[in-house]
C-alpha cells in the first residue's frame, strides 16, 4: 500500500470502497466518482504508478493488485481491515476478437482469469468486510455476457460465467446484509479496453466505435455504480443493464 495516502484502517466516517482494475477505463472513472460521493477509495489496480497518481488526485488509498494473485489479494484483503461498504469488480476485459477457429486459449484462460475467478477471490477475500460493514458487492459485467458475437466467444463465455457467479452469489448470501448487484453495460468508449480486445489495432478498434453513434463513457457507468451505492440497503437490484441509446448495431459491426 502507498504511504503518502490515507490508510482505510484508520478510524474515519468515511465509509471504504474498493475499485479493482482501478488505473484506466471504468475504474478510474467510479474511483473518481465514489470519492466525490464520500468514500475512502481503495484504488487497487496491476499499474502502480498509474493508481498511485489516481489514488493521490482523489484522496484515497493506492494498491498494486493483480487480481489473479491470490498474495496482491490477501494483501488487498489486509490493507482494506474489518469494514468495507463497497466492492467494486471491475477488473478484467477481453483480449482479443478471434473466431473459435482460429481462438488464442491462453487469451480465454486469462479472461476466465480475471473477470471469473479474480471477481470471485476478490469477492470471498473481502465478504468478511462487507459482512461487518453490512456493504455491497457491484461486478461489471457486459451485455456481451448474454450475446454471441463472432469473434467473441472467449469474452462472451467469460462474462456469462461472471454472471453466473454473480447469481449463485447472491443466493449464498441472500439472508445476509451484503447487497449483490450486477451491472452490465454496453459499448463504453474507453481507450485502453478497445486496444487490448483489437490487439492495439486502433484503426480496427475506432470502426467498430464508430458503428455506435453514441456509446457510453466510462463516468456514465461511474455514475450507475454511484447510484446503485447509494440505494437504501432493503432495495435489491439484480441486474442493470446500461446501453447507449443507440447499440442496435453492435454485433452487426462486430463481424468487420
Ligand atoms: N468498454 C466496454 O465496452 C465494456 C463494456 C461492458 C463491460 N466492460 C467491462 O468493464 C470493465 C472495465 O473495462 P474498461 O472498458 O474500463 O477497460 P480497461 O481496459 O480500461 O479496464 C480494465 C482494467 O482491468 C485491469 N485488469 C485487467 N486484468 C487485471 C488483473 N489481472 N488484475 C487487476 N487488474 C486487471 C486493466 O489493467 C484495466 O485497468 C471490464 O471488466 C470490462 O469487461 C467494458
Redesign the pocket.
Known sequence: MSTNTPDPRSPSARPVAVV??????????TARVLAGAGFAVVC????QERVQALAEEIGGTALR?????PA?VDALAAAVGPRCALLV??????LGMEPVAEADFDAWQ?MF???VV?AGRVTQALLPALRAAGGQVVF?????ADASYEGGAG?NAA?SA?RAVVGALRLEIVAEPVRVVEI?????????????RFGGDAERAAKVYDGVAE??T?ED?AECVRWVASLPSHVNIDRLVVRPRAQAAQHKVHRE
Not at 65 to 69: A, F, L, N, S, Y
Not at 89 to 94: I, L
Not at 189 to 195: G, M
Open positions: 479493482t482494475g482501478a488505473s484506466s477505463g471504468i475504474g478510474a472513472a487497487a489496480a496491476r499499474r493488485c493483480d487480481v489473479t494473485d496482491d469488480n471491475n477488473a478484467g476485459g477481453a486469462q482469469a480475471t473477470n479474480g461489471i459485467t457486459s451485455t456481451a469474452y462474462k461472471e452490465a453495460p454496453g459499448m463504453v468508449a474507453t481507450e485502453e479496453f478497445s486496444l487490448t456509446p457510453l466510462a457507468v
